[in-house]
Nanobody, 124 residues
Framework: QVQVVESGGGLVQAGGSLTLSCRASGLTFDEHAMGWFRQVPGKEREVVSCIKWSGDSTYYTDSVKGRFTISRDNAKKTLYLQMTSLKPEDTAMYYC?????????????????WGQGTQVTVSA
């Protein structure tokens, strides 16, 4: 049974930092692209950042470029999202995802496995 479990969310002031982690089990981690999506109530889930199975290719949505860094440790089967200079508009539920496809603009349908989410709240 495949599981992806997020951790590291919380409440932080604007300008602060958080690091999200995602531990995967039940899948061949280094054969899966991994990523982070986020969603606020009433809006569509949007892609935040993704990383190819080898780690040699990444994607960031424009609003987080220069502030967020995605990385993975294939030996630990863990994905990370380091978030700095957080803004109130980063407030959302953040979901870890895993999939076998990779494209230059990742889409929700590319990812088979989704975690339950971890809440990030940035206060002004």
């Amino acid at each position: 049974q495949v599981q992806v479990v997020e951790s590291g969310g919380g409440l932080v002031q604007a300008g602060g930092s958080l690091t999200l982690s995602c531990r995967a089990s039940g899948l061949t981690f280094d054969e899966h692209a991994m990523g982070w999506f986020r969603q606020v109530p009433g809006k569509e889930r949007e892609v935040v950042s993704c990383i190819k199975w080898s780690g040699d290719s990444t994607y960031y949505t424009d609003s987080v470029k220069g502030r967020f860094t995605i990385s993975r440790d294939n030996a630990k089967k863990t994905l990370y999202l380091q978030m700095t200079s957080l803004k109130p508009e980063d407030t959302a539920m953040y979901y870890c995802v895993a999939g076998v496809a990779w494209r230059s603009l990742p889409l929700k349908d590319d990812f088979i496995y989704w975690g339950q989410g971890t809440q990030v709240t940035v206060s002004a």
